[in-house]
């Protein structure tokens, strides 16, 4: 019996750190991962960043959208006070990967919405609490509106902070026409709508014949504004999700 992903060469956009561990998880399907990495990220210090991270204790809720998001948020902080007491506010995460990027750090989330996108976090969030008090949402430079317009529609106080740079990474950009011209490409993953824009920023003609994998509807939504015309959505929106979306429609031929 073939291998699950039958050989087939799976186009890895996401940024290099977070790259590898899709590809090996690619390779323990069957598939041929072919990386890319589109996106670069950099944490980002700031004054505001100072303050606010020294002054946690102002806050009764923590939103993190991404594992970027926790990564940086605990590396700025560790860079600002070594002797920084614990977080004692309660932590939203928007999926499961965001959530055991917070466990690496010894946190547990206390709040995860049922379908793992903004839209739907900030409405199950609103939902089961009325009176939240003060919201921290941690950030990129590239993050949805969604989360703070939903807040301010229902009077909810809250202050933002970002903590880390989405770039594009341009230096693969002859990287990646190359890739396509020269290998038969069967899938296109993304991520993020970061790594769909990232894409059309550098590629030379989006490829109509090849299905692009989306890892959400927020991301899906993106690719097909931007003109993909093969688009594939996981039920579960997670890496897995997507290998076995690419799984089944190699099954249905």
Known sequence: MLPSLQGKNILVTREAGQA??????INQSGGNPVIVPLLKITCKESD????????????????????????????????????????HANIATVGEKTSN????YGYKANFTPKLYNANTMAADFLQEYTNPGRILLIRGNRSRSVL???????????????????????????????VLRENEIDYITFTSPSTVEAFCEMVEGIPKAVPCIC????????????????????RTFTIEGMIHRIRDHIKKG
């Open 20 to 25: 590898e561990l899709f590809a090996k998880q």
């Open 48 to 87: 505001k960043a100072r303050e606010i991270l020294t002054n946690l204790s102002h806050y009764n809720w923590i939103f993190f959208t991404s594992a970027n998001g926790v990564d940086c948020f605990f590396d700025l902080r560790s860079g600002i006070d070594s002797n920084s007491a614990g977080i």
């Open 101 to 104: 990027a917070l466990q690496e």
């Open 148 to 178: 703070p317009e939903e807040f301010r529609k229902h009077g909810v106080g809250f202050d933002m902070l970002e903590v880390y740079d989405t770039h594009f990474n341009f230096a693969r950009k002859k990287q990646l026409n190359q």
């Open 215 to 234: 890892i959400g509807s927020t991301t899906s939504k993106r690719a097909e504004e931007l003109g993909f015309p093969f688009i594939l959505t996981p």
